[in-house]
């Protein structure tokens, strides 16, 4: 009798970690480095001070029940944004917005096959990278297979479309609330701040997924058994029709969230705006859309609610990645592990460090597919290992957002590819045959990226 492997929850595997994190306390050498306050206000390790420390305390067991309170109040400002932004989010879904807008894009362009490609991967892609959505596009999954199966493609080409699009966006997202703004803010450089570099990265990374995913819809229009799933009965559907078009309703809703979108970015250059201004722009338009989307106030509060409510375990995976690091530093030898892991990097450079720490990223990612989440894991050891190695902290930010992004379209344990890959009916050993090539380009890509980033010293 065949057993499917298993995996734990990523409650589970945070609180594992945990106490790995707390055995660790007990078994290696407490010690810290010397900090300093840079000319950005930032505290920031001296290379070469790693000492000793003889007389640390030593944690107990109850500190593993203890700490978890006291991480969930040391990040809430993270938890509330992520709430709130779940909040919008969720009023913006209501209003059929979101819905409406992907079906308009996708009826006029679905005459075209090269058309579907570019603007359906460019569309998802800029949707994760701004708003970091990605389980709203679950819905669309039928209707795309029906675009792409009505031009003599197939089911997989339809997902890679989606999949790849959304991968890419959070890979080299802009604004994503949800990666970028948190592991800036644990990293401690201003949020939103390299938002020109990572602009520059989204055309380039955008076009390498749309020619993979263009080549091998091509080869299956000429030979429909040169499709990865042409013998899965599963993955072969009945057309499906579009959503309806966009009403004035809808228009009104998207010029607000462009207007939102404007917003941000404008508060983050001038005013110099931080998490608590942020959250506040995603408040107000969650009330705005809603009432202009026709929820009325009961119906947007209702609405918000739900959205707020949908993150709430979100909430609670940075509270116990964030408990995490509290006892790595309680324990003194978070700058233990520090010192380890920069040991190895400083040798072989700071560019070649830094694409380490893109390989690190993208292996945690198959433990913790939560970007918040791995983010309030990873970068306390990241942000100094940077200072360490000669990598910028942003730099450090953008190879946690490769890391992350990229991999979320292979890793079984990210619940929104295997939902999206579950209603498609594609066995995950075909879309692993299919995706892994792209992932291999992305990472060089990336690769030669953060090479440019560490040579021009991006801040």
């Known amino acids: 009798m065949s057993r499917t492997l298993k995996v734990p929850d990523t409650l589970v595997l945070l609180f594992g970690m945990m106490v790995l994190a707390l055995v660790a306390t007990w078994l290696l050498p407490q010690g810290a480095f010397q900090t300093v306050v840079n000319e950005a206000g930032r505290e920031v390790v001296v290379p070469g001070t790693f000492a000793v420390i003889e007389d640390a305390p030593t944690l107990m067991p109850w500190d593993l029940i203890t700490v978890v309170p006291r991480a969930l109040a040391d990040a809430q400002d993270i938890i509330f944004f992520v709430l709130i932004v779940g909040g919008a989010i969720r009023v913006l879904r209501a209003t059929g917005t979101i819905d409406a807008l992907l079906g308009a894009v996708l009826r006029r362009v679905g005459h075209s096959p090269g058309l579907l490609i570019v603007s359906g991967m460019g569309v998802f892609a800029a949707g994760s990278a701004t708003l970091g959505v990605a389980e709203e596009y679950i819905p669309l999954t039928l209707v795309l297979i029906a675009l792409c199966v009505a031009m003599r493609m197939d089911t997989v080409t339809a997902i890679g479309i989606m999949v790849c699009g959304y991968g890419i966006g959070?890979?080299?997202?802009?604004?994503?609330?949800?990666?970028?703004?948190?592991?800036?803010?644990?990293?401690?450089?201003?949020?939103?701040?390299?938002?020109?570099?990572?602009?520059?990265?989204?055309?380039?990374?955008?076009?390498?997924?749309?020619?993979?995913?263009?080549?091998?819809?091509?080869?299956?229009?000429?030979?429909?058994?040169?499709?990865?799933?042409?013998?899965?009965p599963a993955a072969q559907h009945a057309p499906t029709e579009l959503p309806a078009g966009m009403d004035t309703r809808h228009r009104i809703v998207s010029v607000l969230t462009l207007v939102a979108l404007g917003a941000m970015v404008y508060g983050i250059v001038f005013p110099k705006w931080y998490i608590a201004e942020l959250g506040a722009i995603f408040l107000a338009l969650a009330i705005v859309a809603g009432l202009a989307?026709?929820?009325?106030?009961?119906?947007?509060?209702?609405?918000?609610?739900?959205?707020?409510?949908?993150?709430?375990?979100?909430?609670?995976?940075?509270?116990?990645?964030?408990?995490?690091?509290?006892?790595?530093?309680?324990?003194?030898?978070?700058?233990?592990?520090?010192?380890?892991?920069?040991?190895?990097?400083?040798?072989?450079?700071?560019?070649?460090?830094?694409?380490?720490?893109?390989?690190?990223?993208?292996?945690?990612?198959?433990?913790?597919?939560?970007?918040?989440?791995?983010?309030?894991?990873?970068?306390?050891l990241m942000a100094p290992i940077g200072d360490l190695v000669g990598v910028t902290r942003q730099t450090a930010v953008l190879a946690f957002q490769f890391g992350d992004g990229f991999a979320n379209m292979i890793v079984p344990t990210n619940p929104v590819l295997m939902g999206i890959l579950g209603l498609a009916g594609i066995p995950y050993d075909r879309w692993l045959r299919f995706v892994w090539p792209l992932l291999l380009k992305l990472f060089v890509a990336g690769s030669i990226a953060l090479v440019v980033a560490v040579m021009i010293g991006l801040q």
């Open 170 to 232: 959070y890979g080299v997202a802009a604004l994503n609330p949800f990666t970028v703004l948190v592991a800036q803010s644990v990293a401690e450089v201003p949020p939103a701040s390299g938002l020109g570099f990572r602009l520059a990265l989204f055309l380039p990374f955008l076009a390498i997924g749309i020619h993979h995913v263009w080549r091998y819809a091509r080869r299956v229009q000429a030979d429909p058994r040169a499709s990865l799933v042409h013998d899965i």
């Open 293 to 380: 989307g026709g929820l009325g106030a009961d119906g947007t509060a209702r609405r918000f609610a739900e959205g707020a409510a949908e993150l709430a375990g979100t909430a609670l995976l940075i509270g116990f990645a964030r408990s995490i690091a509290l006892l790595l530093e309680d324990g003194q030898v978070l700058h233990t592990i520090v010192n380890s892991l920069a040991s190895p990097l400083q040798m072989l450079g700071a560019e070649f460090a830094a694409i380490g720490m893109l390989a690190i990223q993208t292996v945690i990612n198959l433990f913790i597919p939560s970007g918040s989440g791995q983010a309030y894991v990873t970068m306390p």
